[in-house]
């Protein structure tokens, strides 16, 4: 492995190959209600994205809740039950080392929402129409 991977440069391809596997995995979890758990029988969550550390000992789980309501107490929930999510991703993707595993919310949506609306705003709008304007009067 490069040292690139190991300074937190681009993943390598085992690890984006590994972190889709066990994100096809916990999305099976999720989907077909295998965690008994009252909290979470009716909520629907995905798993937008997976992190894995350079050794792949670590996974870090990224959720998100439908509607994005109740994101802490989804990652709480989830935490109650690592052990035996552990288990289940360990049994469901083939690797040498079940890797430790880690909730966060997804936050990539929030931002993507943060920047539309910025680029939506009154004042950018008069800034991207400013330029057009002063090109014509210089004609």
Known sequence: MSRLHHKG?????????VAELIRHAMAQLLSRGEINDPELAGLV???PMVKMSPDLKLATIYVMPLGGKA????????DRH????????AHRVNLKYAPEIRFKVDDSFANAERIDALLH?????????????????DK
Request: proline share 7%; aromatic share 2%; no cysteine.
């Open 45 to 47: 969550v995905t798993v």
């Open 82 to 89: 690592k052990k035996f999510l552990r288990a289940e991703v």
């Open 9 to 17: 440069g681009e993943p390598s391809q085992r690890m984006l190959r």
């Open 71 to 78: 994101q802490e107490q989804i990652v709480a929930i989830l």
């Open 121 to 137: 705003s009154p004042k950018v709008a008069r800034d991207l129409a400013a330029p057009a304007d002063d090109e014509e009067g």
